[in-house]
């Protein structure tokens, strides 16, 4: 399994980013996916998930400005992120599972992209 994460970059206050994650190596569109991010000195927390039958379930404090998505056709996993915030800052990650429900717990998930940095300033 290889997650591959792009579209990271820096920004100002209230705007947007809209993150991607190929996936190659496995039945992408029978498992669940889900998004995470680390800040520096922090824990990684989940951000939003998304089962395999396209349920998904957010962060609190991203809820309304964040949207995952996928699209099955291409592999792909997208976060699309308005109105960001300075403590959205960090490596975002991809990660997904041979399980069908994801969850927004980061040790319920088996493999792992490698990260995209997120800036706002």
């Known amino acids: 399994v290889q997650l591959v994460e792009s579209g990271g970059g820096s920004v100002q206050a209230g705007g947007s980013l809209k993150l991607s994650c190929v996936s190659s190596g496995y039945a992408y569109q029978s498992y669940c996916m889900g998004w995470f991010r680390q800040a520096p000195g922090k824990e990684r927390e989940g951000v939003a998930s998304?089962?395999?039958?396209?349920?998904?379930s957010y962060r609190q404090s991203v809820r309304g400005r964040f949207t995952i998505s996928k699209d099955n056709a291409k592999a792909t996993l997208y976060l699309q992120m308005n109105n960001l915030k300075p403590e959205d800052t960090g490596t975002y990650y991809c990660?997904?599972?041979?399980?069908?429900?994801?969850?927004?717990?980061?040790?319920?998930?088996?493999?792992w992209g490698r990260g995209t940095q997120v800036t706002v300033s």
């Open positions: 998304i089962d395999a039958d396209g349920s998904t």
């Open positions: 990660a997904t599972d041979d399980v069908v429900v994801g969850t927004l717990n980061v040790g319920w998930y088996k493999y």
